[in-house]
């Protein structure tokens, strides 16, 4: 067993605490975890990006997708505006009573809503999305 605990620990570049031995089975598969999330995040990235699907736009199909995606962007809107007046609000209160973490909270929902009500403009920018 003393073998087995320094093979994995030569093998994996950390030594193992005493905590860690006792429970070694569960420990080595969290080591085991760390080093193989990366690979699996870069094959799903590159699996994902690969997925590119054309659709033509004098089609029927599309032309309902697009109504579709305009719906979405405008529930998205909508709610960007409601997050801008949560975090105005947020932002009033914080200065009346002077507190520098609601100021900051505050700040970060406001920001969220100014994205939310631009994301449709910055999609239609790059060309993800039709005029």
């Known amino acids: 067993m003393q073998k087995e605990i320094f093979k994995i620990e030569k093998e994996y570049g950390q030594f193992l605490s005493p905590y860690m031995r006792w429970e070694y089975p569960c420990s080595i598969y969290k080591m085991k975890l760390k080093k193989i999330t990366p690979k699996l995040m870069c094959l799903g990235f590159l699996i994902l990006n ?10 029927e ?5 697009i109504e ?3 719906i979405l962007m ?24 002077d507190n520098a973490d609601a100021k900051a909270k505050g700040s970060m929902v406001l920001l969220g809503g100014v994205f939310c009500v631009l994301v449709k403009v910055i999609l239609q920018q790059m060309g993800a999305l039709p005029d």
């Open 68 to 70: 579709l995606l305009n």
């Open 50 to 59: 690969s997925m590119t699907v054309f659709a033509y736009e004098n089609n």
């Open 74 to 97: 405008g529930f998205v809107q909508k709610a960007g505006f409601a997050l801008i007046a949560f975090g105005l609000g947020k932002m009033v209160l914080a200065f009346k009573d």
């Open 61 to 65: 199909a599309s032309l309902k997708l």
